[in-house]
């Protein structure tokens, strides 16, 4: 502690920043902040006792302050003791359903500036074929990584989507409809099982996807579960997304991901074509 710029309050600060911190690696991220509440408890306590013990005892008080506004009530002059440890302490943890991930990039960022922890959740057996199904999902992996975000990787139900599903390929409103409804569902139980309280999907990012057809499904789902969804129309910032993640150099799809979507994509993009040329 004599080394510290600080003194004794820098190295009791330090030490309550670390237990902190090692407690919060320790716990799965759906019990993260249930154990900075148990802390937190439990420092009101000893500051509770330890006021009493420093009335009789002539201790620095630079130490125990320092110690109680890094843990305790953290006064706004002292927060950089804790840094982003508190700003963790508060958020709310959250399952996040992910089609891929450049779909993730400002559902993630947006969540968390309203006080959400997202874990992503991956579960997409629509998607096809297998090469592209494993790219999209090498692509999600090395993004989790390379930010420190925890990825869940559901189960996937091939066969059920190819009965369910496929036979409604010519009908695209109840075929998203149902294949939503799968994907969801599985998130829905991983959130269930894991001890989520919100769960969300960035499954209607994308301005091509049906939005209130989207929501729908996952309103009565995390009704089902007792599980509180969490929508927000994130279709403004589609731009924004497709730009970061360029600039990211990510792997980024031209179709939702089952061989419908992808016929349907294509047909798509030669009329466009077709249309501007027609323009000129």
């Not at 700003?87 to 991930?101: Q, R, V, Y």
């Not at 991983?190 to 209607?204: D, H, N, S």
């Not at 589609?238 to 089952?258: D, F, I, K």
């Amino acid at each position: 502690a004599a080394v510290l710029p600080g003194g004794w309050p820098a190295f009791v600060g330090l030490c309550g920043r670390l237990v902190l911190r090692v407690d919060h690696f320790a716990r799965p991220p759906h019990c993260r902040l249930r154990g900075h509440v148990l802390w937190r408890t439990l420092f009101r306590k000893v500051v509770f006792l330890g006021r009493g013990f420093f009335d009789y005892f002539p201790v620095d008080a630079g130490i125990w302050n320092c110690f109680t506004s890094k843990v305790v009530k953290i006064a706004p002059s002292q927060k950089d003791y804790l840094g982003k440890d508190w700003e963790e302490m508060s958020m709310k943890p959250l399952l996040l359903h992910a089609c891929c991930a450049p779909c993730s990039l400002e559902p993630v960022r947006l969540l968390r500036e309203e006080g959400f922890e997202p874990t992503i959740c991956w579960t997409n057996p629509n998607i096809q074929p297998h090469d592209e199904w494993r790219r999209r999902l090498d692509e999600l992996r090395r993004w989790c990584a390379d930010g420190d975000i925890e990825l869940i990787e559901a189960g996937e139900d091939r066969e059920r989507w190819e009965a369910g599903v496929a036979p409604l390929g010519a009908d695209r409103p109840r075929r998203c409809r149902t294949c939503y409804a799968l994907r969801l569902a599985e998130a829905c139980r991983v959130a269930q099982e894991r001890g989520f309280e919100y769960v969300g999907t960035t499954l209607a990012v994308s301005p091509y996807q049906l939005f209130e057809t989207c929501n729908d499904v996952l309103e009565r789902l995390a009704a089902a579960r007792g599980l509180t969804p969490v929508i927000r129309d994130f279709r403004p910032y589609y731009p924004e997304a497709t730009r970061r993640s360029r600039e990211l150099g990510m792997y980024r799809q031209n179709y939702c991901g089952c061989r419908f979507s992808a016929v349907e994509a294509a047909m798509d993009r030669a009329r466009i074509r077709d249309e501007r040329k027609a323009s000129k």
